[in-house]
DNA sequence: TGACGATCTCGTACGGTGTGCGAGTCCTTT
DNA sequence: AAAGGACTCGCACACCGTACGAGATCGTCA
């Protein structure tokens, strides 16, 4: 069985001024915020440290492991209300804007989360409190698992496509209206026959994109606690 | 502006016996749905064709166009109903099953879908089609794109979670019985302190994998389609 | 004080990656 | 026969993750 770094603890206090995992962690949150994936390299990390790149792995066992950790701290960030403080339905109206905004400061999650489990123990604490908030609402036990896990899906569904154009248009490094109108050209030139197509793409160049996208995250997740609303054994 | 790999097309007959976009993305395409992402490469691929590895540069700019007709073929793939034959509540529900188990013969598209716009003329035909059977909802035309998006969103979202923890136990090379336990021993482990997550846990495992995320899929979806259907508007 | 072992750093090297470039080969057209 | 387009591909470059082992620095104990 491999050994998780979530079990690996550093063995005594450092001798002298040393790297750590905090700092690295750190830094590599830095420039994946900043450049992306792509933009994170062990040599690079290395340097921004002032150190070797292979001074790492002193800490941490391979690049996937860092970004383990990485990913746990985003899920850190996610606060789930207690069901006390407001019941269910707004809780989880909180938690899915709160999850949805950790998404969008770290947009390079989508891109790695679905590749790894996430078991570190900011991922249990939300789990976690997020059983508490669902059971709270009268599911059954099994409906508590099914119920969160759908919220959790349209989440991270609808902000994973959100962040992705988002970040087209940051990359394109043009602004926003250039850059949509561009890709609706194009979209138009091999889209000529789709006259539905183009009537949508007319009606989403009419509005601001910001407000365009939020309105589309609440408008879904408003439908879906609907729908589990009513699940709710009476 | 960059021009589009979706708007170039080949000249001429081909001369002499060669090679060919369609034979170079059918060959990409067997690589990563049995090797994913990472199994795929240039110089593997031209080895596969029987071909030097720069010599597929003549039919595609960059690896990255060469995922974009990969993704694309995908949404060829996806069919979804005219609203004339069952409604649109019965096709919504036919389209969310093409579209996720299309994923799930294609378990790399997570990975990498949110990188890049899906602007190929299968995603346009896809789309287009989604509009129209949303369209006969009697959604107002606002509506239909916010619904037709938020289905897509949940479907993509729950599926990836889905071929996530999928591609884990078979990258794992063991079976999905001691790779379940395994991961949940180590859950146990960290999130020792947290009862309702051990509670979940052991609900989850004492059921059928399979037969558990489809349960998952069809709750989530269902409930979606129910809060959508009470925003027709009358 | 001196030696030992643990902790930590890092230069070097290996095998991989995507792809730009330019030379070379084939086939059609004039 | 000559020209020119269509196509193939070897080489090279810059970059990647990381295994390895030598070295540096420290606390501890004889």
Redesign the pocket.
């Known amino acids: 069985m491999k050994d998780w770094i979530w079990t690996r603890e ?10 750590s995992r905090e700092q690295i962690v750190a830094a590599a949150m830095t420039i994946l915020d900043t450049e992306g994936i792509a ?8 340097t921004k ?18 970004i383990d950790l990485l990913i746990d701290e985003v899920w850190g960030e996610i606060d789930v209300p207690e069901p006390e403080l407001a019941g269910w339905r707004a809780g989880a109206l909180l938690f899915g804007h709160s999850l949805r905004s950790a998404v969008l400061r770290h947009p390079w999650l989508p891109e790695v989360m679905y590749t790894r489990p996430s078991i570190g123990p900011n991922a249990m604490s939300m789990g976690s409190r997020g059983l508490v908030l669902f059971g709270a609402a009268g599911f059954s036990e099994h409906e508590i698992d099914l119920a969160l896990g759908s919220v959790m899906s349209y989440v991270l569904g609808t902000v994973s496509a959100e962040v992705a154009t988002r970040e087209m248009v940051r990359k394109s490094g043009r602004s926003q209206e250039s850059w949509v109108s561009d890709i609706l050209e194009q979209a138009k030139v091999v889209a000529g026959d789709y006259p539905e197509m183009q009537k949508s793409v007319r009606r989403r160049t009419s509005m601001d994109l910001d407000s365009g996208l939020t309105e589309n995250f609440v408008f879904g997740l408003d439908a879906l606690l609907d729908g589990l609303e009513s699940r709710v054994k009476k």
């Open positions: 550093r063995k005594a206090a450092p001798a002298r001024e040393t790297l933009g994170l390299s062990m040599r690079k990390l290395g440290l002032a150190a070797g790149a292979t001074s790492l792995y002193w800490y941490v066992d391979t690049k996937d492991d860092l």
